[in-house]
């Protein structure tokens, strides 16, 4: 089975009631961290819960230490999966708004800890569920614990002294999930310092997506990571982004594509920046 795996609005739909499965509500906002709680609250997938990106999907932010998001304590994390009901062979539907970012995030987790299969992405979100005209439900559901025992695989991840002492090799492809304006440094709405880890490229995690908002055919995004990649060997491809979400959605699409799963820069540009020695560029 592959790792990253999608579902359609109406594929869900019609096993709503399928034993063993969990489906998780990962709506949220950047820019207003209230959204998704108030979301979920006023209409969700009938039966999904609701986890949160900072409450839920991320450890609590040291300032000066740590990037916006860092990843949740494992065994927090396990703990938190198993109150949601999630057995170690549950199908795991996972949504937000639309563009994936979040449900992404979430894959990512699920897949850090071990669960390699049963993993879905909602293809177009909350969004192509609404325009699919498919039920919506205010109820909090119930359920019993489950059983879930997930284990984090260290191999998945890349801390900032490792990545810095890879830069400047000519093998390593870097990308940078954010758009390219703070890539280059032009704008910075969320962190103190503006651009990219040296020799980044620029890999907008929305160029995943087609106009409806779906993730594009599996051969389109392979040209797309092909072309990023060049030469270079897959064996040395990091993800990174703002905080560590955004990143998993390029991760998400490469799997989709048919690229193992590469290392992720967890804590990003916002925990790059707190160690001034380290390295800064901006512009292409």
């Given at each position: 089975?592959?790792?990253?795996?999608?579902?359609?609005?109406?594929?869900?739909?019609?096993?709503?009631?399928?034993?063993?499965?969990?489906?998780?509500?990962?709506?949220?906002?950047?820019d207003d961290p209230t959204h998704g709680t108030r979301s979920y609250a006023e209409g969700h997938i009938p039966g999904a819960r609701f986890a949160d990106l900072e409450h839920d999907l991320s450890s609590a932010k040291i300032k000066g230490v740590t990037g916006r998001h860092p990843l949740p304590q494992a065994d927090e994390l396990v703990a938190r999966l198993r109150a949601w009901g999630i057995d170690n062979d549950s199908d795991v539907v996972l949504y937000d708004d639309g563009p994936g970012a979040f449900a992404a995030r979430a894959w990512w987790l699920l897949t850090w800890l071990g669960?390699?299969?049963?993993?879905?992405?909602?293809?177009?979100?909350?969004?192509?569920?609404?325009?699919?005209?498919?039920?919506?439900?205010?109820?909090?559901?119930?359920?019993?614990?489950?059983?879930?025992?997930?284990?984090?695989?260290?191999?998945?991840?890349?801390?900032?002294?490792?990545?810095?002492?890879?830069?400047?090799?000519?093998?390593?492809?870097?990308?940078?999930?954010?758009?390219?304006?703070?890539?280059?440094?032009?704008?910075?709405?969320?962190?103190?310092?503006?651009?990219?880890?040296?020799?980044?490229?620029?890999?907008?995690?929305?160029?995943?997506?087609?106009?409806?908002?779906?993730?594009?055919?599996?051969?389109?995004?392979?040209?797309?990571?092909?072309?990023?990649?060049?030469?270079?060997?897959?064996?040395?491809?990091?993800?990174?982004?703002?905080?560590?979400?955004?990143?998993?959605?390029?991760?998400?699409?490469?799997?989709?594509?048919?690229?193992?799963?590469?290392?992720?820069?967890?804590?990003?540009?916002?925990?790059?920046?707190?160690?001034?020695?380290?390295?800064?560029?901006?512009?292409?």
């Amino acid at each position: 089975m592959p790792l990253a795996q999608l579902i359609t609005a109406e594929r869900l739909h019609a096993r709503l009631d399928q034993a063993n499965q969990v489906i998780l509500d990962c709506r949220f906002a950047l820019d207003d961290p209230t959204h998704g709680t108030r979301s979920y609250a006023e209409g969700h997938i009938p039966g999904a819960r609701f986890a949160d990106l900072e409450h839920d999907l991320s450890s609590a932010k040291i300032k000066g230490v740590t990037g916006r998001h860092p990843l949740p304590q494992a065994d927090e994390l396990v703990a938190r999966l198993r109150a949601w009901g999630i057995d170690n062979d549950s199908d795991v539907v996972l949504y937000d708004d639309g563009p994936g970012a979040f449900a992404a995030r979430a894959w990512w987790l699920l897949t850090w800890l071990g669960k390699r299969d049963g993993v879905f992405i909602l293809d177009g979100g909350f969004k192509a569920w609404k325009e699919a005209d498919l039920p919506l439900s205010d109820q909090l559901p119930t359920s019993q614990p489950g059983n879930f025992t997930g284990q984090a695989d260290a191999t998945l991840l890349l801390s900032a002294a490792q990545l810095q002492q890879r830069l400047g090799r000519a093998e390593l492809t870097l990308l940078d999930a954010r758009a390219l304006p703070r890539f280059r440094g032009e704008v910075e709405p969320l962190d103190p310092v503006a651009g990219h880890i040296p020799g980044a490229q620029c890999a907008v995690f929305t160029d995943n997506l087609g106009s409806d908002g779906r993730f594009l055919p599996a051969e389109q995004l392979r040209a797309r990571f092909d072309t990023l990649r060049g030469a270079r060997p897959v064996e040395e491809l990091v993800a990174y982004c703002g905080s560590g979400v955004t990143a998993c959605h390029n991760l998400f699409a490469m799997s989709l594509a048919g690229y193992p799963l590469a290392p992720l820069y967890a804590g990003s540009w916002s925990e790059w920046i707190t160690d001034p020695a380290r390295p800064v560029a901006t512009g292409d």
